[in-house]
């Protein structure tokens, strides 16, 4: 962002960011989906960890809002790191859908003895077929898509044992919950 360059050099450099993203944004999927480290559980915040997300997505998405509506003060018992990634994957997958421009509802609530999270895009959302190969490893429906991202997601939510439900019409867009126990389930 600080060279000054010609707009043909611009656009060059523009190409190498975007590419060097997707290819270190493939090795990191590739390697969480290998590899089974332990959970190191945790009390902490998601509030903060959710708006480090969407500050770490917004450095590179301008026509992107993120619309939170959450509050501090949401502890839960979970593998921080796990879950940030968790995160990610499911706020990236929403910026995908949308094709990187409109709204993305970010929802953190207490719901009966457990925290619970909405992300919720109105992108081009999925039909009973897509939605029963969402967690097939290596199926993506995006152009740029590695196909690991809610395999990891599945997999996060099963080794805490929390509980995911997703929603989603074709065109109108995908709502994901994820409920976080206040007691993991090992």
Known sequence: MELTLNSECRSLMDIIVSESSRLSAFIDEFLNFSKQAPLEIMDFDLAPLLDEVVEMLSLNLRDVRFLKKY??????????NKIRQLV??????????????????????REREAVTLSIKDYGVGMDSAEMKKIFTPFYS????????????VK????????????????????????CFSKSPIF
């Open 71 to 80: 509050n501090s003060g949401h502890w839960i018992a979970a593998d921080v």
């Open 88 to 109: 990610w994957n499911l706020l990236n997958n929403a910026v995908k859908a949308m094709n990187e421009k409109g709204e993305i509802e970010i929802n953190l609530f």
């Open 141 to 152: 429906k995006f152009a740029f898509g590695i196909g690991l991202g809610m395999t990891i």
């Open 155 to 178: 997999q996060i939510v099963e080794e805490h044992g929390f509980k995911m439900d997703i929603k989603s019409a074709k065109k109108l867009g995908t709502e994901v919950v994820i």
